[in-house]
């Protein structure tokens, strides 16, 4: 099985949790993990799945106005790049991907349905992929750290797709 990890991140908490979920899977797959700006455009017909994650960023997926926000707030200049949300917009049309979807929020925030997992669950679906999995992971503040406990629950539910990703077959 093969299985990218896209992730965009301004703080390197999202990042952490992608880097955590690619070493969950590793004992049962070939696992790359890649920032959004550097994903391929395609990932390839032998990728069985593709997990995206981003922060949620004003209840959706980061935009060029809230990274800019972010670098603002002490994120590295560096990481105002093309992210998710344009890394979705530009995936070929009616190639069909497995794909699992997650997010960070903040520990604390009021809970709200939407969020950066929302959005990416529509445009994946959009381009006519199938979402077998979302997930919430949360952070201790906009700079983090990915609040205790976080990383080990993105193992389980990482080792959790893989039998959803055999049913979706």
């Known amino acids: 099985m093969r299985v990218l990890v896209v ?8 990042e952490a949790i992608g880097r955590r979920i690619a ?3 590793g004992g049962v797959a070939d696992v790359e993990v890649v920032d959004a700006a550097r994903a391929p455009a395609d990932p390839g017909p032998d ?18 106005r809230t990274r800019d ?3 603002r707030q002490g994120a590295p200049a560096e990481r105002d790049l093309p992210g ?4 979705l917009a530009v995936l070929p ?5 497995a ?3 997650f997010d960070t929020r903040l520990r604390g925030a009021p809970r709200h349905p939407r969020g950066a997992i929302r959005a990416i669950g529509r445009r994946a679906r959009r381009s006519g992929s199938r979402v077998i999995g979302t997930a919430e992971f949360l952070v201790e503040g906009t700079r983090g750290p990915v609040t205790d406990g976080e990383l080990d629950r993105a193992a389980r539910w990482a080792e959790d ?9």
């Open 7 to 14: 992730v965009e991140s301004m703080f390197g908490n999202t």
């Open 161 to 169: 797709l893989v039998p959803a990703l055999q049913r979706a077959g």
């Open 84 to 87: 998710v949300r344009e890394w």
């Open 99 to 101: 794909v699992a979807a």
């Open 93 to 97: 049309a009616g190639r069909r991907f």
């Open 23 to 25: 070493h969950a899977l």
């Open 47 to 64: 990728v069985d799945l593709v997990i995206i994650g981003a922060p949620t960023h004003a209840f959706s997926l980061p935009s060029p």
């Open 69 to 71: 926000d972010a670098v």
